[in-house]
């Protein structure tokens, strides 16, 4: 095992965005040059690879034309990455340098002089604070990734080649745990890695054993804490009933069906989907105004930031198991929101998934921004009216004129699975553990 | 629980017409719209309805966008039909979603592509035997040109007893039943109308987008008020979409595929074991018995002194608890990922049979060419043989392009990796280093096969609109002096 390969396993992967207004009547050749770089993308992916850490990438514009009105043309970049963001700048200042530079030099503030400083300079200035982000598989990283899928792939194809009938699933395991040790190219696969698991239940348990600890110090304390829950729950409650009257009530909801959603703006959007069998998601919408909106929606991301920590690490968000990264977060001063996703399958699949399994989250999130289908009490209604939920989110969706995924053939379930592979690979595995590793294929 | 309005509705929703044993349709292209109005409007009362008892014949109508402008439909109008629909299944978009590449490339079909004449009117004529039905069409035939309708191309079809399609499977047992039509059915297999019906609530509780009439032209008094209460009239209620493909099957190809992967050592064929192949694929066995409760052999020949109707319509089967691992009917098979019932992996049984249940179609095949019950043994049809599938749903994205794209065609379905349907779904010519497989789970290892080949050939399609009758009555009133 070597130091080298050390470092390339089980990293934090982080979301970059930047966000960089467009000088005024630079925005066509912007586009253009966009368009060429989406076209360059289809057969030559080398530009992203250059720094080895992105999974994705990113770059399409906001523009006041779009449904969102966005105040201004803007640019925007977005990668997710490994490691630490002062690399990553670094290595797309350096890197991608002249990549950059034609794109940047349409907007605004672009350093003359283009050295990786300066370059690196301007990004961190365009930077944007990300309100909530998922990874679908926590801390692996783009070449532990890959490294990983090949493991998976030769494995596959010992046990198709060879003779198994007879042998239990524990020799079947030893002898591929034998043939994947004699090979240089999978020594890495030698150093044990331990995955995200859910902690849901564990820090229940901590909570409760806390609090009877606690209980049993001092019944005072005791109640003061369950006091100052209550007092929490209670003016949550009242929160919600606040909102629902005060503002639920008044809202105006788009009331469009998909039948009804502008027929070019749909036919921009499907030009580029369903070409691999990932696809991305941008969605560009005006936040309803008002601090109670605004203090709504970041009491949920708080909450949102929380589950994710704390539940999503397994590669499901909220139940749905297909989406490798997504992102939320706020620009124009608090009055836009953003939201990406990477995910696998089509359109229809993904926000179908996003009203059957988490119709609720998805509600309490988006019923903060404009023209949302009628909600109740935060997390009621919304995405449930199906036909205007789908609608809705097809009208604020925005194009995105460069994509590009470091691994288009792999879903986010066969990234997780391969690395279960590889984690149960190196064990010692009970005849049932080894009957179900072998299942995994 | 609404009854829906059967009288009003087009019989071949509600039935699969199987005594019917003999089929045409017609593609009809409007030469005069005046005079096709009229003919809509003398034939309505000869439309066969969902209610009156079926006799020796059946007639049903579905409409293309193109025939619905051409018959009169403002463009307002037009607009407010879904988008798959007025886009039709040809777009770029729609093709990747289809899988329709290659052979089946919209450019090379013999009807319905961008290279053919554009149909207007499907008219669909059944009789209880080939006597009847060309006396049908005979009379009907003569009516059309000089209604200003003009016969493209008419396709054939059949059923076979015992419900047999070319590849010897029994077909079409499992199909989802519509609340308030009068026929009940066991939990699972039994939807709320709005799924196959527009102006009915769905399995999301809500009104299905429906194509209403925004800018008031023609008898307006024919059409219903919009069930969700906009206050327009609805030209959707008691109608659906219908989707017409023609699938061209190749049977040799598929039985020689079979025999080739199964045969002995010393290169004989195997039989057993290449419909054993063939079922695993399937899900079914050809007399129509369930894999998963039947896994090693068709339990028709089994027990050949059982009465075999005691196998060949079970639909009474789930996955989760029966066959957690696919050890029995693989994760990959046509039948466990077109309907994948309670085995969701990451949901409970319940949960999962509501989210299949959110994605099943209504399916109405008939065969055409020379009748062959393919098999191991017996698998070189005479000409070209296939079925004209059909099928009937209310959101043709939700349903139809769904089961198609995001169960059959992607290969990454379940925890897969490069499995696409191997009946309906597998690339004629895969991208390079493009496996394509077949994991039959197995202890302790599982079986794959690969190399798939394609063993359907799409050679037309469409997608319809399926209106009521009350619908089609107002179509015929809108180019009315």
Redesign the interface.
């Known amino acids: 095992l070597t130091a080298g390969t050390k470092t390339t396993c089980m990293k934090k992967q982080h979301p970059l965005t930047l966000s960089s207004p467009v000088i005024p009547g630079r925005v066509d050749e912007l586009e253009a040059k966009l368009l060429a770089v989406r076209r360059e993308l289809e057969t030559n992916p080398a530009v992203f690879e250059a720094t080895g850490t992105i999974h994705y990438a990113r770059l399409l514009l906001l523009k006041p034309d779009h449904h969102a009105a966005f105040p201004r043309t803007t640019l925007v970049f977005s990668t997710d990455y490994d490691g630490a963001e002062s690399d990553h700048l670094a290595a797309i200042a350096g890197a991608l340098g002249d990549f950059i530079d034609p794109l940047y030099d349409c907007c605004e503030g672009y350093p003359a002089t283009r050295t990786p400083e300066t370059r690196k300079k301007f990004l961190q200035a365009q930077r944007a604070k990300t309100d909530a982000f998922y990874a679908g598989a926590p801390r692996r990283s783009l070449v532990q990734i890959r490294q990983e899928s090949q493991l998976r792939d030769f494995i ?1 194809r010992m ?2 080649e060879e003779q ?1 009938k007879g ?3 524990q020799q ?1 395991h030893q002898a591929i745990r034998q043939a994947v040790s004699q090979k240089e190219e999978f020594s890495w696969a030698n150093e044990p890695i331990s995955l995200p698991k859910n902690q849901l239940i564990p820090y229940i348990f901590y909570g409760v054993l806390i609090l009877t600890g606690i209980g049993l110090l001092s019944l005072t304390a005791l109640f003061w804490i369950l006091g100052v829950l209550a007092v929490v729950f209670l003016f949550v409650a009242g929160w919600l009933t606040m909102l629902h009257y005060k503002y639920e009530l008044h809202d105006k909801p788009l009331g469009l ?5 502008d ?1 070019n703006h ?1 036919k921009i959007l ?2 580029y ?3 691999h ?1 990932q696809n991305q998601f941008s969605q560009l919408i005006p936040m309803k105004p008002g601090t109670v909106r605004s203090g709504t929606l970041s009491a949920l991301m708080l909450y949102a930031r929380i589950r994710i920590f704390v539940e999503f690490v397994e590669g ?1 968000l909220m ?1 749905i ?1 297909t989406i490798h990264f997504a992102r939320w977060l706020r620009l124009d001063n608090g009055k836009q929101m953003l939201f990406f996703s990477n995910f ?3 359109w ?2 993904y926000l ?1 998934d996003f ?2 399994k988490s119709g609720w989250g998805l509600t309490a999130i988006f019923s903060n921004t404009e023209n949302f289908p009628v909600t109740r009490y935060l997390f009621w209604g919304g995405a ?5 939920f789908l609608a809705w989110s097809r009208y604020y969706q925005i194009p995105t004129q460069v994509w590009y995924c470091a691994y288009p053939k792999l ?1 986010i ?2 990234i997780n ?1 391969n690395s279960a592979i590889r984690q149960e690979l190196i064990r010692n595995l009970d005849e049932k553990q ?2 179900r590793f ?4 | 629980m609404e009854s829906i309005e059967l009288l009003d509705t087009q019989a071949y929703l509600i039935s699969g017409y199987r005594t019917m044993q003999c089929s045409k349709y017609l593609l009809l292209q409007i030469t005069d719209a005046e005079a096709a109005g009229r003919f809509l409007h003398d034939q309505h009362t000869f439309v066969t309805d969902g209610k009156t008892e079926i006799q020796t014949f059946c007639m049903n109508l579905a409409f293309t966008v193109d025939g619905l402008r051409m018959l009169g439909l403002n463009e307002t109008n037009i ?5 798959e629909f ?1 886009e039709g299944m040809t777009t ?2 729609r093709q ?2 289809l899988g329709d590449f290659d052979s089946s490339a919209p450019e090379k079909w013999n009807w319905g592509g961008p290279a053919n004449e554009p149909v207007h009117i499907l008219m669909m004529i059944f009789g209880l035997d080939q006597k009847i039905t060309d006396a049908l069409y005979l009379e009907m035939k003569a009516g059309l040109e000089p209604n200003g309708l003009r016969e493209l191309m008419q396709l054939d079809g059949q059923t076979l007893p015992g419900n047999k399609e070319h590849f010897g499977y029994r077909d079409g047992i499992s199909q989802p039943v519509i609340k308030g039509s009068g026929r009940t059915s066991a939990s699972n297999d039994y939807l709320n109308a709005g799924e196959f019906l527009m102006g009915y609530k ?1 399995e ?6 429906t ?1 209403l009439i925004t800018e008031p032209q023609g008898d307006m008094n024919l059409l219903p008020a919009d069930a969700a209460g906009t206050g327009y009239k609805d030209l959707g209620r008691n109608g659906t979409y219908m989707v017409l493909r023609q699938m061209q099957q190749h049977v040799e190809d598929y039985w020689t595929f079979m025999n080739d992967q199964t045969k002995n050592a010393d290169g004989t064929p195997d039989e057993k074991a290449s419909r054993k192949l063939s079922a695993k694929m399937m899900g079914r066995w050809p007399s129509g018995a369930p894999v998963s409760k039947w896994p090693d052999e068709d339990p028709v020949i089994l027990f050949p002194d059982e009465e075999p109707s005691k196998f060949v319509d079970d639909n009474n089967f789930m996955y989760h608890d029966e066959d957690p ?1 696919g050890l029995k009917c693989p994760f990959g098979s046509h039948i466990r990922r077109t309907n994948p019932r309670d085995s969701f992996e ?2 409970g049984k319940k949960e999962s049979l ?2 299949s249940n ?1 994605h099943r179609i209504i399916r109405r095949a008939r065969l055409y060419g020379e009748p062959i019950a393919g098999s191991a043994t017996n698998f070189k049809p005479a000409g070209e043989v296939g079925l004209l599938f059909t099928c009937f749903n209310a959101d043709i ?2 349903q139809f ?2 089961i198609q ?2 169960w059959a065609n ?3 379905f379940k ?1 897969l ?1 490069n499995d696409p349907d191997p009946l309906i779904g597998v690339r004629e010519n895969p991208e390079p280093g493009q496996l394509q497989n077949f ?1 039959i ?1 197995e ?4 079986k ?1 096969i ?1 190399g798939l080949k394609r063993f359907v050939t799409i050679r037309g399609g469409a997608y319809f609109f399926f209106p009521s009758i009350s619908a089609i009555r107002y179509l015929a009133t809108l180019k009315k002096a």
């Open positions: 596959w046990l198709k198994w042998k239990t699933a079947v069906t998909p039948s009804r959603i027929e749909v499907e030009e989907e369903d070409i069998n499901k139940g198991p696998d399958g089509s229809q699949q179908g009203i059957d449930y009216d199906e036909e205007h879903s379930k066969n699975n080894a009957d072998l299942k995994r294929f | 607009q407010n039909f879904t988008r007025r770029p978009h990747r979603l769905n999301y509780d809500v009104y299905p987008d194509p691992h990451e949901n509501k989210l959110r994205s939700r392009e769904f794209y995001t992607y290969p990454k925890q990796y994991t789970p202890e302790p290892v599982c794959t690969t």
